[in-house]
């Protein structure tokens, strides 16, 4: 398991922007918030299974690829309810 969000220079897209695309593409990688006194980070979690592929990952890998050129070109994310944005709520 790792978690990783976007760089501070990041400001056209945030983790709940990458969750939902991915999402879209079949993945599902939960992006959330963390709790009080740490809630300024919010990132994107994934969990690799036993038996999860060099050839998973690549395809992991191709599809946000894929995704960051067309997420970079929006001029703001698109989640402004963080709370709103996510199930997982820890």
Known sequence: ???????????????FDVSRRMRERGWLV???????HREDLSVLRVVCRNGFSVDLAELFV????????ELRRQPHPSTRDKGAATGFHH
């Not at 990041?10 to 983790?15: K, L, N, R, W």
């Not at 191709?62 to 050129?69: G, H, M, S, Y």
């Open 1 to 15: 398991m790792f978690a990783f969000t976007t760089g501070h220079d990041v400001t056209a897209y945030d983790v």
């Open 30 to 36: 939960p992006a959330y918030t963390f709790p009080p």
């Open 62 to 69: 191709d599809d946000l690829r894929r995704l960051l050129p």
